[in-house]
């Protein structure tokens, strides 16, 4: 966030550890228009804390009927709680939006296996800092389960010269232990310190470069599927207002998508008729029939052509 801040790109996310809970008080009730246009009411609360101690943030939390506090970070200064709010909470609807994409697009799937070069000025993390922060995290860890044990490690029987002996070796020796693994991690530590975090392609060793998958093709497949997906909103928008079960309106349409259809052209008239086959019920012809109705509305013509698209039912 600090790296888009300092590149006048404001962000904001959700508090994965936000603390303890602000008092009830500080909430008000707001109105908060959503994406969709609906206007709701929502408890809203904001302070200024500092994030690292490196990063001024905002942070707005939303208080649920059963006392729940969800909070939200964000380093927009300038504009209103509210549509900070809207938009985080609405967040929703873009997860399912690629997760729908993911399983009817194929959104993540390989255009090609063609790879290409990758800029030398591109940056990325070093893997020497990599490994010792690695190593740094695993002795950290290592250290507070020694901790922990040193701490369990206690005098309970009856105190007699040999156990008083033998407790005091088994604590002294972990003691010895746990000093030469703080040693240890302040060495790494120190390393890690020295060593830049981030390098560029062209400092990586040669044995170390890579290549990654080509993109072009990937990003036009892409903005192809994306075309698609807006196409298939519209038409599922469009067929909800003569449905009487809307949730029912994007399988419908998937299921016009496979089927079979006729095309005939007629350069005469310059039209090119689309004619669709009858769905298995009654009322969801009916639909398509709606569908088709609106669509030869636009008077929309094949690309490439001069040929009207007209869209029909076959009775």
């Avoid at 006392?67 to 399912?96: K, L, V």
């Amino acid at each position: 966030m600090k790296r888009m801040r300092d590149k006048r790109i404001a962000c904001q996310t959700y508090h994965k550890y936000p603390g303890e809970d602000w008092p009830e008080e500080e909430f008000q009730t707001k109105p908060v228009r959503l994406v969709s246009s609906n206007i709701v009411e929502m408890r809203l609360a904001e302070r200024g804390v500092f994030l690292g101690k490196t990063l001024w943030v905002r942070e707005i939390r939303k208080l649920t009927e059963s006392g729940h506090q969800t909070a939200i970070i964000s380093t927009d200064y300038q504009s209103d709680c509210n549509p900070a709010a809207a938009a985080m909470f609405a967040r929703w609807s873009q997860e399912n939006f690629f997760r729908y994409m993911r399983k009817h697009y194929n959104l993540d799937g390989l255009a090609d296996y063609s790879t290409e070069a990758i800029s030398e000025t591109t940056k990325l993390v070093n893997p020497e800092y990599r490994a010792i922060d690695g190593k740094v995290r695993s002795h950290v860890a290592k250290l507070n389960r020694m901790q922990r044990k040193f701490g369990e490690i206690m005098l309970i029987e009856e105190i007699a010269p040999k156990k008083v002996e033998a407790y005091e070796q088994k604590k002294s020796e972990l003691h010895e232990r746990i000093n030469a693994l703080e040693g240890l991690i302040e060495e790494l530590k120190v390393c890690r310190k020295q060593t830049p975090k981030h390098i560029t392609i062209a400092d990586l060793p040669k044995e170390d470069r890579f290549r990654r998958l080509g993109t072009k093709s990937k990003y036009l497949i892409d903005t192809i599927k994306m075309i698609a997906y807006r196409a298939e909103t519209a038409m599922v928008s469009i067929i909800r207002d003569s449905m009487s079960r809307i949730e029912d309106a994007r399988s419908l349409i998937e299921a016009i998508y496979t089927t079979e259809v006729d095309l005939i052209p007629n350069e005469e008239d310059e039209t090119l008729k689309v004619r669709l086959h009858q769905p298995a019920n009654w009322s969801s012809g009916k639909t398509v029939q709606y569908l088709c109705n609106e669509l030869n509305t636009t008077c929309t013509r094949f690309p490439g052509t001069n040929m009207r698209l007209i869209y029909e039912l076959v009775s």
